[in-house]
């Protein structure tokens, strides 16, 4: 394949049920276009209703400035959908002849330097990309439900495949926010699959054996090992579990187990007896909870695991945080060449729209109101939000701009936002010296001129080492003092320079 320098702003899905519909979902809200095609004409529907049902976790991941989204088209003619697109993602049943005869159909109509990838659980791509045209842009990427929350895509080439491929795969799953994991060889079930199925039949194995019900296994994973893994996998851990000398003690010690073994290898026969136990297990586990409410659930605490693991810089975390200073990045430099950019728009008002996101349920009261030490954290966002994209670089443990610190900060409330509802924070740059900068927040309802809360506060540039300048950078300083000038033909808002005073009564 030629190096292929094809930019991605429209991605084709073939299929588009959970895997493809979890697909839609990512790229649009990274502002990558959609051409969705699937045999069913139903199918439109379904994947406008998945998409809408993705937004709600997705839109809480992260508050980074995003581009506009992407747009959704759906087609039942898969060459149309072959000729347009930028990126093919297949997702059609697990079956290999009709993959092999779907994906060389396609290969017909897409132009040679698109990359087509499969999102197969387990086939080989060898095999995938026998019948293709230019097979050597064919390669697996195996995506993890639900694909628009986690980050994990293991991307696998064939024997023909081009690195050229690869590597335009693995900038373009990067862009929209993943952790491409290549797999150095072809093998069925590529990593992941084969580490989830060896688990997968132990479990067959106690429940037939009548050990273990389906929910007892659960709880050995979810109150132990679970927790672990979200952020170290199982040979990190053995490595602490041998203590001081670490895997190599580890090994001595239990090695010989292996030998036994503990574990059964080979599946059971899935008997009816046995399929009926894991499906009454899992029925008492779900306790009249619908699919739809578990995978709410599920989603929410996806998005909050991931907040927590980007705090300390490991595993989904760390892909979390590239992904926000590539959004940071990009906004600053669309604002840098005044291109209008859509990344900190501006408001009706003029000034730029510093913050847009949902109130978090966690961040609300049993009563649903959003808690007061939230604002702060809104307006905190906010600030950085203007910080980087007036060029500011990301430094420090939290990936924040810690540079700059609020060393002055003066709320006032007009009104409760709820929980769930979208809100808006547009930042007024009031005054800037050579080291402190001075901002006024106005937090309103999306779309509602109403306010609901101000903030006025002052920024200090922290001093980086002893004996340095306290002096902002010149870049950032000049591009503080224009939107200073800027904003200054805006009137003074009157909650500016307030103090806090006790009304008498
Ligand atoms: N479900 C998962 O958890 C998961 C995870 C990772 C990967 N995968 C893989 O993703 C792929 C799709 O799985 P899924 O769970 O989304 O399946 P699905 O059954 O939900 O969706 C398959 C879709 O493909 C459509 N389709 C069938 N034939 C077609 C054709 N010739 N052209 C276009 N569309 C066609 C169907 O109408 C359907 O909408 C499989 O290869 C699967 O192994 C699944």
């Known amino acids: 394949m ?37 045999v069913k004409p139903e199918m439109e529907d379904w994947i406008r209703g998945a998409v809408a049902n993705a937004e709600g976790a997705l839109s809480r991941l992260t508050s980074a400035p995003l581009p506009p989204k992407g747009k959704l088209f759906f087609t039942t003619d898969l060459n149309a959908m072959a000729s347009q697109a ?38 080989m791509p060898s095999d995938l990309q026998r019948d293709m045209r230019f097979p050597e842009r064919l390669l697996v990427a195996h995506p993890f439900n639900p694909v628009y929350l986690l980050p ?119 008997t009816e007896e046995l399929i009926d136990r894991m499906v009454e297990g899992t029925e008492a586990q779900a306790a009249g909870r619908s699919i739809r409410a578990l995978e709410r659930l599920r989603d929410e605490y996806l998005v909050a695991i991931q907040q927590v693991l980007r705090q300390f810089d490991i595993g989904a975390g760390t892909t979390l945080r590239r992904l926000e200073e590539r959004l940071y990045a990009d906004s600053a430099a669309a604002l840098a060449s005044g291109g209008g950019s859509e990344s900190l728009r501006r408001a009706g008002s003029g000034l730029p729209l510093t913050l847009e996101t949902q109130v978090r349920a966690e961040w609300a009261d049993a009563g649903g109101e959003m808690l007061d030490y939230r604002y702060l954290q809104v307006f905190g966002e906010a600030a ?78 922290a001093v980086a080492a002893p004996g340095a300048s306290p002096a902002l950078a010149d870049g950032l300083r000049a591009r503080l003092d224009e939107l200073c000038r800027a904003h200054a033909r805006l009137s003074v808002p009157p909650q500016a320079g307030r103090r806090v005073v006790l009304a008498p009564s």
């Open 152 to 270: 994990l895509v293991e991307l696998v080439g064939g024997a023909r495949t081009a690195l050229a491929a690869l590597d335009a795969a693995t900038a373009f799953y990067t862009y929209i926010g993943m952790h491409p994991l290549r797999v150095r060889r072809e093998v069925p079930g590529h990593l992941t699959d084969r580490l989830q199925e060896a688990l997968w039949r132990e479990i067959l194995h106690l429940v037939n054996d009548g050990v273990a019900t389906t929910g007892e296994l659960d709880d050995s994973i979810v109150y132990g090992p679970g927790l672990r893994w979200a952020a170290m996998g199982t040979n990190l851990i053995y490595h602490l579990a041998g203590g001081e000398p670490g895997m190599r003690h580890m090994l001595r010690q239990f090695g010989p187990c292996l030998k036994w073994p503990w574990t059964k290898l080979e599946a059971p026969e899935l």
């Open 86 to 123: 930028d990126f093919i993602q297949e997702n059609i049943p697990e079956q290999l002849e009709l993959k092999q005869r779907v994906l060389a159909q396609a290969s017909r109509h897409a132009p040679a330097d698109v990359v087509i990838a499969s999102s197969t659980s387990g086939l």
């Open 384 to 461: 950085e939000a203007l910080f980087r994209a007036a060029g500011a670089s990301a430094q420090g443990d939290h990936g924040a701009v810690a540079a700059l610190r609020a060393v002055e900060s003066h709320v006032t409330r007009q009104a409760r936002a709820q929980a769930l509802e979208t809100i808006s924070v547009t930042t007024q740059v009031l005054a800037v010296n050579e080291s402190r900068v001075h901002l006024f927040h106005r937090l309103a309802r999306r779309g509602d001129d109403r306010l609901i809360a101000t903030a006025e506060q002052l920024y200090e540039h």
């Open 2 to 38: 030629a190096e292929s320098t094809r930019p991605v702003r429209t991605l084709g899905l073939l299929g588009t049920g959970v895997i493809g519909g979890g697909w839609a979902a990512r790229a649009l809200h990274f502002g990558i276009d959609v051409i969705a095609a699937d």
